[in-house]
């Protein structure tokens, strides 16, 4: 399934994403142009990369070899979403970012060009944790119009955020010529964001979901969301995974979602949540979940930098 996007291209955003961030790096090149081989063979055809992430040149090979094997006909039945790194995030160094990007991905274009967070860093810095000393505010309107550029350059379809609250979005919102497609954020039944997609749906923005699962293992991420509770009583109810559930949550939320695994029987098992749906009592039990955000970003807070405190960062309490 998939959703119309915005804008003036009539290309739409496919609901089940395949994410590729891993932090700190565990899987080798080769493991992840393997999973992504695989995931394209059973049917994924969005995929969510970064410049921060590494993942990049196994995409394009993944994509290279699906296209030589006959997998897809063409570059065009995959949507391919990269993101600007903080230390692009100033407005001459957006479109030499994205023509990196693209370079490590083989493409001409990709279809969706995220600002990865609402922060700039000192240029040439691609690390995480990232140097607190060398964040500095990001003028949305200037690193915007660079955005604007590279679509218009045709390099890439659309253009949208990432970890954008909603007053950050009506910051951009207030100078941007062409308004953010998408948003993409953390969430999952443990962080479910009910205020911000109420927001971007007055807005027209589409919401995607990173860390559907929690993300555990990795920097950002936390086991909470898979030991949960409620979840398992759900999953063992419905026969499923506490993975499937929550992946069948997001879906049934009108939102896209980006699930990460470099495992084979994992990247089909996530694919597998269309033959049923969660009931009403089952909704209403994760609807009462306590909310706990997994991945605050403690770390673009800092006392010299743009965000004093996490409510700085996402203009509520955390
Ligand atoms: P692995 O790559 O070994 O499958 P998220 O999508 O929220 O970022 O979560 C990704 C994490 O969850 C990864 O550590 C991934 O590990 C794991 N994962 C992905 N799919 C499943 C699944 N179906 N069951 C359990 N863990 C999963």
Redesign the pocket.
Known sequence: PEMPLKGSNNKAIPLIGY?T??YPFGASKELMKDSILHAIRLGYRHFDTASLYESEQPLGEAMAKALELGIIKSRDELFITSKLWCCDAHRERVLPALQQSLKNLGLEYIDLYLIHWPVSLKPGEYELPVKKKDLHPMDFKSVWEGMEEVKELGLTKFIGVSNFSCDKLEMLLSTAKTPPAVNQVEM?PLWQQKRLRQFCKEKGIHVTA?????????LW?TNR??ECEVLKEIAFAREK????VCLRWAFEQEVSL??????KE?IK??LDIFDWKLNPEDLEMINQIPQHKGFPGIEFVSEEGPYKSLEELWDEKI
């Open positions: 994410g961030a891993e999952n990173y860390s559907p699962l929690g993300a555990k293992g990795t991420g969301v898979m995974t506490v993975a499937q980006l699930v990460k695994s470099f495992n994992r098992q996530n």
